[in-house]
């Protein structure tokens, strides 16, 4: 007999307000928010000078997903435009009348009455970080966040916005404790069935109940040996001995997993409505569980504040591998052998459905008006507490030829945010071969986007220009057939994507300086790169910050860095092996760093100061385990690599 799901603690009334509001695109004329109700609630925006708004069926798309959750896409444009660089307060009112104050104190700052924000007419600082892992044992960056804001008494000290490069969630690196509070809340809130083909279990009522579901998913897929490669893609946990380890042995797997993991790591109210309870073990396992509560329960304790933070600042996100599964995308085998089965490709589109809701449609509403109709279509059919199947799989196929997650936004510089994870450049020499991270199409766009700008930030969740010695070990591995084994995903790994890429960078009507933000590596630093052979510039600089919440196995790191320097000096011939010997690498040093260092590894925030030509001044990583600022200083001498 399993254990069961929660304590049987008296049930208290649900909230109506399970998780937001998240500000997300903010414009003087537009503002868009995201929040979760346990029903659909009848609100209304209240503004500073502007005053009530109420948020009918033209101004908030509410999307059931559960018989309790309801996610509500609050999308208002305004008749006359919000003034800049000033605090405006708002609310949302229930229609009982009660508003923020009431129904989540947490998310003010002292004696505030309400959140606000602040519409900064240019993007002079920003804040930017990837890879937030709940049970990892660092602390949470985005605590910093919540401290930097409640530090910032005058509008010009907000940061413009907060870019989140990927990894928001974890949906193939999943603790058990995590796992088993997702089903408890699946449980409470009538979050939505749903049936499964080519599953060894025939539908998510029965997954959740299998023996095999904590901590043995592998399991599930039918014992055929046709299926290894499946195995190893989804639930094997892929073993990368160089880099990470990693763990898919709790891989997410149904629409409403993927939901309630959503709700638990931007909300602490989802928390307080379950109080799950270990499942049957063995003793090897409890051992782990008990491990991974721990640095759960440290997880926890900080939502509130990093909830608070999501309701100040706007909050833009893009995807990378582990919001839908690790090695998303890697090389036109994977996608052959992931997309070729019915049971994995609706792994894969459970998690992109999920991500439109919650993340990709406050990017860029104007890109999801026909999609989001098919999500409300997929979402009503759950009426008997199952989503029906043919319904679901038309919108995971519409999800996936989608090519419209990128977006452009109009502030000053521009920014451009890169989709590398669904528009790839195949290899044409094998198909385990890693794919280019974009396609010759999305490349010539991105060039578009570029022209005649004389700055601009461009987002790419893997840093176009990363560490030398690492890509190389990648590019071994990719050559002796093995890229799964060390995520063999960096810009210089596709021949034809890095050359392309880096004409770009030398096209005489592209911006004169660029910053490039990216993540993903779990490690931080900043290569400001000069182009060769181009007159007046360009200027790169590559400021990668990784992770919120997850770092690279220190010891590790250090003998990279150090080999890195030694392989890769200046005068090392090897330079000349690499796809960037057109170019003038300098490192920046972290401050108080050991002598040498430059990959910085805490996990934490990275904040950007810009000057009036959209060029860095200031860079720094704010640290999550309470140590100082450090900033990302230019060497002194010509420590070029």
Request: aromatic residues 8%; glycine residues 6%.
């Amino acid at each position: 007999m399993s254990a069961p799901l929660s304590s049987p603690a008296e049930i208290q009334p649900l909230p109506p307000v399970l998780a937001g509001p998240l500000l997300r695109r903010m414009e003087p004329t537009r503002l868009l928010m995201w929040l979760v109700g346990s029903r659909a609630l009848d609100l209304t925006l209240r503004l500073q000078n502007v005053g009530d708004i109420r948020l009918d069926a033209g101004h908030c798309t509410v999307i059931a997903v559960g018989t309790h959750a309801f996610v509500h896409l609050i999308d208002v444009t305004l008749d006359s435009a919000l003034p800049s660089d000033e605090l405006i307060e708002y609310d949302l009112l229930i229609s009982d009348g009660t508003g923020i104050a009431d129904w989540a104190p947490h998310l003010l700052y002292g004696d505030a009455m309400s959140p606000n924000f602040v519409l900064r007419s240019r993007i002079d600082q920003l804040l930017h970080g990837s890879c937030r892992k709940p049970h990892h044992p660092a602390a949470d960056g985005l605590l910093c966040v919540d401290n930097l804001l409640a530090a910032a008494h005058e509008p010009a000290d907000r940061p413009a916005l907060l870019m989140m490069t990927g990894d928001q969630v974890y949906a193939d690196d999943v603790a058990g404790p995590t796992l088993r509070a997702i089903h408890a809340l699946i449980e409470r809130l009538g979050l939505f069935g749903e049936h499964l083909e080519g599953a060894v279990v025939s539908d998510s009522a029965k997954l959740y109940e299998h023996p095999a579901s904590y901590y043995h998913r592998a399991d599930l897929l039918p014992a055929l040996e046709s299926n290894e490669t499946l195995r190893e893609r989804f639930f094997g946990g892929a073993r990368k001995p160089i880099f990470t380890s990693s763990s898919a042995d709790n891989h997410l797997v149904t629409f409403a997993e993927v939901m309630a993991m959503y709700l638990l790591v931007w909300s602490p109210t989802p928390w307080s409505l379950i109080a799950p309870q270990p499942p049957t073990l063995t003793p090897q396992r409890r051992e782990r569980y008990a491990l991974e509560q721990t640095r759960l329960d440290g997880f926890k304790a900080g939502l509130g504040k990093a909830a608070r933070a999501l309701a100040h600042l706007p909050t833009f996100m893009i995807f990378d591998d582990h919001d839908i599964t690790d090695d998303w995308n890697l090389s036109a085998q994977w996608e052959e052998t992931a997309y070729g089965h019915p049971f994995s490709k609706r792994i894969i589109g459970n998690a992109l459905i999920a991500y439109m809701l919650c993340q990709g449609w406050g990017n860029n509403p104007d890109a999801f008006d026909a999609v989001l109709d098919k999500a409300g279509s997929f979402s009503s059919t759950g009426s008997d507490g199952y989503l029906d199947s043919p319904v679901q799989d038309a919108l995971i196929d519409e999800l996936l030829k989608f090519q419209r997650w990128h977006y452009v936004l109009p502030t000053t510089p521009a920014m451009v945010v890169l989709d590398t994870r669904t528009r790839r450049w195949r290899s044409e020499m094998t198909l385990k071969q890693p794919s280019g991270l974009l396609d010759w199409e999305a490349l010539c766009e991105l060039q578009q986007e570029l022209l005649d700008h004389p700055s601009a930030i461009i987002v790419s969740p893997a840093p176009v220009f990363g560490v030398k010695l690492i890509e190389t070990i990648q590019r071994v591995f990719s050559w002796c057939g093995y890229p799964l084994l060390v995520d063999a995903e960096n810009w210089m790994a596709h021949r034809g994507a890095a050359q392309v890429i880096l004409n770009i960078f030398r096209h005489s009507r592209t911006p004169g300086s660029y910053v490039v933000l990216s993540g993903d590596v779990h490690y931080s630093f900043v290569y400001e790169v000069l182009i060769r052979h181009r007159k007046a510039g360009p200027r790169i600089w590559q400021i990668t910050s990784s992770g919120i919440k997850n770092e690279f196995p220190p010891a590790l790191l250090e003998w990279f860095d150090r080999l890195n320097r030694w392989l890769y000096s200046p005068r090392s011939p090897l330079n000349w092996l690499t796809k960037r010997r057109r170019m003038r690498i300098v490192p920046h040093i972290p401050e108080h760093a050991e002598a040498g260092e430059r990959l910085w590894n805490s996990a934490g925030i990275g904040q950007v100061f810009f000057n009036e030509q959209g060029q860095p001044r200031e860079i720094f990583q704010h640290n999550a385990n309470g140590a100082p600022k450090t900033r990302m200083v230019p060497p002194e001498s010509d420590a070029t690599l």
